[in-house]
């Protein structure tokens, strides 16, 4: 071979590491009562770190969803083809209870378990998580329907991923979506156009067109629609109990910035028939608790798509060599690492704390479901916010070896605006939290409770603190104020986790920088006397 094909200085692929050996992770899933889960964390984290886990992901992105709308003699058949390795991402996550087992679990710690699952597995390939998030949060808005609840969620909660169109109650799995948006409305659920009409055995027939559900694909779907009685909420199967097609039309799939591998659809119902969900003209109230659950796993993927990131960007940058020395030991290179390490662990912190909160609300406990009312908000606003600069500073780690497809590295950041907007947008949900903290004082308590707990451990912490709670009595303007106030309220939240579980070095550098005011406005601005050594080997990837 010519001496020109020789190669130098290029990093070996990131393979055959163990995704789950993730310190953050696996202390904060120890402290959230999931401690017995540790084994099946790192079992799968084995398997998201090897070579053929990272080809299922870009098979299933590289070769797109297609939508059949009729079959070869002109029936109508709505049916979404997926590449195999679809089927294997999505086999893996059911089986492992990614979805809604941990409905069917009684142990504590179980919906932490979970989250600290998806998270691992969602760095292996982001777009299959969409499905698996929505029948974990579809569980207890069905459950306003005592009767539906217990007929589906068994199939819901089942480990088996059965594929394919026939009636919901002959699988042995079905998975659950959910059809809200409408081109005039967005965010704005209650501008919903799509009417429903009493039908025969208790039913209604649904008329309207939903601009986008994602996962089209999914066994049933929670939606709303304008019944007599007002906005409700209604579960729509694809496939009616004698085995005939419901009247759900799929008219296109959207063509997306990223989310590749995930159909995501226009659907149209054509006096499609649904049962309702919960009380009539409530329908709001009822689909909100699938809300919640999509959005703790906004963060969580958004954490999930940070610590991939950083992990390529420390393995980069321990092999690649420059001006006489590897990447990593350049002190402006340390420093962006360790500032990217920082903002991966304070999301994995918080992420993990939200499904604790989650699974203690579960089971009784009335202070955690306070909290988490206002946290699951505070921390989609800003987790999934940050991913995106996370993802550019990553990839620029990189260099030009970033901007090529085959690094992974341009999936990760076409993906990285994705969580900021599913299940409302920013401003969605920093509005969001002016109005729970408005009508659930007992929230606002339970919060501030929990920032308390870290108080006169450091100086910087101390001040942000006493800031935060004079901002939240300034009631003046608040609207326009929101999103400053949220986001001071995550950084403290993530502080407070951090003085209490990181080490020092980590904990010091955050409050340091993301409190103190000792930082720039982009990545590597960590203060003098950082002690980036120890916070990078902290996030350093680890063999299997």
């Not at 999930?304 to 030991?329: C, E, N, P, T, Y």
């Not at 001071?488 to 955050?510: E, G, K, T």
Request: glycine fraction near 10%.
């Amino acid at each position: 071979m010519p001496p020109t094909h020789e190669v130098l200085n290029q990093p070996e692929p990131l393979e055959d590491y163990d995704a789950g050996a993730d310190s953050a992770l696996l202390s904060a899933l120890e402290r959230e009562e999931a401690g017995w889960a540790d084994a099946e964390v790192r079992e799968l984290g084995v398997l998201a770190g090897t070579a053929r886990a990272r080809a299922w992901g870009d098979q299933a992105n590289a070769a797109e969803p297609v939508l059949r709308t009729h079959d070869r003699y002109g029936r109508r058949v709505d049916e979404v083809d997926f590449h195999p390795a679809w089927h294997v991402l999505m086999d893996t996550a059911v089986s492992r209870g990614l979805h809604a087992a941990p409905w069917a679990d009684d142990r504590a710690g179980a919906h932490v378990a979970r989250a600290a699952k998806f998270y691992v597995w969602s760095q292996v390939e982001n777009g299959h998580g969409c499905p698996v998030s929505m029948t974990y949060a579809a569980v207890p808005a069905l459950r306003h329907a005592p009767e539906l609840a217990a007929r589906l969620e068994p199939l819901l909660t089942a480990r088996s991923y059965d594929f394919g169109l026939r009636p919901p109650e002959s699988k042995s799995g079905i998975l659950a979506g959910m059809s809200m948006t409408e081109k005039q409305g967005g965010s704005d659920v209650r501008a919903n156009t799509t009417r429903a009409v009493p039908a025969d055995s208790g039913g209604y027939r649904l008329t309207g067109h939903k601009w986008f559900t994602s996962a089209p694909m999914g066994d049933v779907f929670l939606t709303l629609a304008q019944a007599p009685d007002g906005l409700t909420c209604f579960l729509v199967p694809r496939v009616l109990e004698d085995g005939t097609r419901n009247a759900l039309l799929i008219q296109r799939l959207k063509d997306k910035l990223g989310n590749r591998s995930n159909a995501s659809a226009e659907l149209e119902y054509e006096g499609a028939f649904a049962r309702p969900v919960g009380e009539p003209g409530r329908g709001v109230r009822t689909i909100i608790e699938m809300v919640n659950g999509t959005r703790l796993d906004c963060v969580i993927g958004s954490a999930a798509g940070m610590r991939a990131g950083l992990v390529q960007a420390v393995h980069h940058a321990s092999q690649r060599r420059a001006f006489g020395r590897a990447l990593i030991d350049q002190p402006l290179m340390r420093n962006v690492l360790a500032d990217l390490a920082l903002e991966s662990e304070a999301a994995t912190a918080l992420m993990m704390r939200l499904a604790g909160a989650a699974d203690r609300a579960v089971r009784g406990d009335e202070a955690e479901a306070a909290f988490r009312r206002i946290a699951v908000a505070v921390g989609k606003f800003w987790v999934t916010k940050r991913l995106a600069a996370h993802s550019a500073e990553a990839l620029e780690c990189l260099g030009g070896n970033g901007y090529v497809e085959e690094s992974g590295m341009p999936r990760l950041f076409r993906e990285s605006p994705l969580n900021s907007i599913w299940e409302g947008s920013g401003n969605v949900a920093a509005l969001d939290v002016l109005r729970a903290l408005a009508r659930h004082p007992e929230g606002a308590e339970a919060f501030v409770a929990e920032l308390r707990r870290a108080e006169g451990a450091d100086a910087a912490y101390d001040g942000a603190l006493k800031d935060l709670l004079a901002q939240l009595h300034d009631t003046e303007d608040a609207e326009f104020r929101a999103r400053r106030l949220v986001e001071s309220m995550a950084l403290l939240l993530q502080a407070s986790l951090l003085i209490r579980h990181a080490p020092a070095p980590v904990a010091d550098a955050f409050t340091a920088s993301r409190l103190g005011g000792d930082w720039g406005r982009v990545f590597g601005g960590l203060p003098r006397g950082a002690d980036t050594g120890a916070i990078i080997e902290r996030a350093r990837p680890r063999p299997a």
